[in-house]
């Protein structure tokens, strides 16, 4: 799910301008920061989540037919209907603390959401060629780990997502991320991808697009396994450690241009250390997953040290697996083995 420019700048346009309006409904300033996109599927999402969260279904009409969910930590819904509420900093800071969300939150919140879809409209709207209509299906449902079970329908629908990722900011606050979870079906709606226009535009085009993948598919690719790491002998300890595997390796360091780098060859797994389990450092995850040709690439993250919160990072990221620095031939041959076996 590579590309989707068009679809992140107007989701960037949009949680601008919904931003500036909820605002003013709060009363105070409530902004985004960078955006990234990952690729991801629901399974890897709510995977051994810890904290709760509280999804948003939006239908979207007319001639972009579909739904997308807009998913926010409960704290940051908390805190945001309770502003709206007018309720004191300290009851605010109890109630996040204590995961309190009554009626009346829900109904304030549920408020703030129709503003931000009313945004979603606004935007949307004018930067599509056809008629288009986001309407948000309430109420929100919550999601808490270990007690809400998930079903083949909630909280969302099992299924693979191009994940909008973008950290909210409210002054005086502690705020985390909004997700925007879009079906592959329905970004492609949204921003039409290259291959689907040329098959799109005329019979003719379409056979001769449907010829090329064949010819495409009939010319063998290289299959590798990709090392990413900012230390050449870390990288040559795992290509030592893989080579029985008789796939190419390719490795390079974590800022390599992974477009030129792999756009002769197949990833089947992927293998990325890191020095520390920050959000920066994980977020190449999102990197590899965008120029990865697999729906669902298997990553397997290295580090010195995981907490539980950079695990769970880690996961919603875009990583499969996780291991512990440093380890031998053996542990990483045998998570490599797993996920080759698998494809």
Known sequence: MAGFEKLQEMLDAALKQAGEESSMLLGVTLSSGDSDIINTNRKSYFADMDDAVFVVA????????????????????????????????????????????????????????????????????????????????????????????????????????????????????????????????????????????????????????????????????????????????????????????????????????????LKETEVRVAVIEVNETGERDLAVCNRVCAQSSKASLPIIMCAGQWTRTAVLKALTYGASDILMKPFDADELMAKVQKYLHAA
Do not use: W
């Open 58 to 261: 939006v239908e979207s009409k007319e001639e972009y037919q579909g739904y997308f969910y807009l998913l926010f930590s409960l704290g940051d819904a908390i805190v945001m209907s309770s502003i709206l509420l007018g309720i004191p900093a300290p009851r605010i800071a109890e109630k996040r603390r204590l995961c309190i969300m009554e009626a009346d939150d829900i109904d304030a919140f549920g408020e703030i959401a129709n503003q931000i879809i009313g945004s979603f409209n606004s935007v949307f709207q004018p930067k599509l060629p056809q008629k288009v209509h986001l309407k948000l299906l309430p109420p929100p449902k919550k999601y808490i780990p270990e007690i809400d079970q998930l079903t083949d329908a909630e909280p969302l629908p099992d299924s693979d997502y191009l994940m909008y990722r973008a950290p909210l900011e409210i002054e005086g606050q502690e705020m985390h991320y909004l997700d925007i979870m879009v079906p592959p079906e329905l970004a492609n709606l949204f921003d039409p991808q290259p291959e689907e226009k040329a098959a799109a535009a005329s019979p003719e085009a379409a056979t001769k697009a449907e010829a090329g993948e064949a010819d495409a598919e009939s010319a063998p690719r290289t299959q590798s396994i990709l090392i990413l790491s900012e230390d050449v002998d870390e990288r040559q300890t795992v290509r030592e450690y893989l080579t029985a595997t008789g796939f190419d390796l390719v490795d390079a360091p974590l800022g390599a241009d992974l477009h030129e780098l």
